[in-house]
């Protein structure tokens, strides 16, 4: 089975921080992205990642950057977190040309 | 440019009852669509895809979705609800990037099946 693991389940920040959420995936996908989801507007695409240190903007890039050193790791980057960002992050993989993404478990961040 | 829309907050089913949660879609070209569900506290899981072929795709858990090209739809059904079914449901259609394909979901629909 696929498996898409996120660092924290639950996270709590203070404004001003620099937050990183980490994601890793076990099965060799070249595609990787970070999504959050809100309440009432679904799941919006922050970053992607089609190879290892390319990265593309989403729908949603501003306040953020993402990293990606190595084929299994994809980083998401909060440079100075805002209340703004508080939502809930989905990482998700999947390989090349293929369809259906992989989703972690998913990493809920309160910033105060 | 291609969206979905998801056009109920909230579905409410009598277990036992048949469910149907509703997508439209609008994208050019040939549509390649998704359905996914998101239990409490956890991440998306994959439930079935439309590619090409036949209009009805079954998938797991006993749902089933049609897709109607007439009427830009994509519905998923299940003839008979489990109070487990309760959950939040994504449609999504596909869309190519650089280098991959990206998905575009619709804003979700909660279900809920009640006992």
């Known amino acids: 089975d696929v498996k898409v693991t996120q660092s924290s389940r639950y996270l709590v920040k203070r404004t001003g921080e620099k937050v990183f959420l980490e994601c890793v995936q076990d099965?060799?996908?070249?595609?990787m992205f970070w999504y959050r989801q809100d309440p009432g507007l679904g799941l919006r695409l922050i970053y992607f990642s089609y190879d290892v240190k390319m990265k593309e903007k989403g729908d949603i890039p501003e306040g953020y950057s993402v990293s990606r050193e190595k084929k299994e790791r994809f980083s998401l980057i909060l440079e100075s977190a805002s209340t703004n960002q508080t939502s809930m992050y989905l990482c998700a993989s999947n390989p090349r040309s293929y369809n259906e993404q992989f989703f972690g478990p998913g990493t809920r961040l309160t910033v105060l | 440019a291609q969206s979905v829309a998801q056009p109920e907050d909230q579905v409410n089913v009598a277990e036992g009852n048949p469910l149907t949660v509703k997508c439209t879609y609008s994208?050019?070209?040939?549509?390649?669509l998704f359905w996914y569900v998101q239990y409490p506290n956890r991440g998306l899981q994959f439930l079935l895809k439309?590619?090409?072929?036949?209009?009805l795709v079954k998938g797991s858990y006993g749902f089933e979705a049609e897709f109607n090209k007439s009427q830009t739809s994509y519905h998923l059904k299940k003839p008979s609800a489990l109070v487990s079914d309760s959950a939040l449901y994504f449609c999504?259609?596909?869309?190519?990037?650089?280098?991959?394909?990206?998905?575009?979901f619709g804003t979700g629909t909660r279900l809920t099946v009640i006992p």
């Open positions: 439309y590619i090409t072929g036949d209009n």
């Open positions: 994208v050019s070209g040939n549509p390649y």
């Open positions: 099965m060799d996908h070249e595609n």
């Open positions: 999504a259609v596909r869309y190519s990037l650089e280098g991959a394909n990206n998905l575009f």
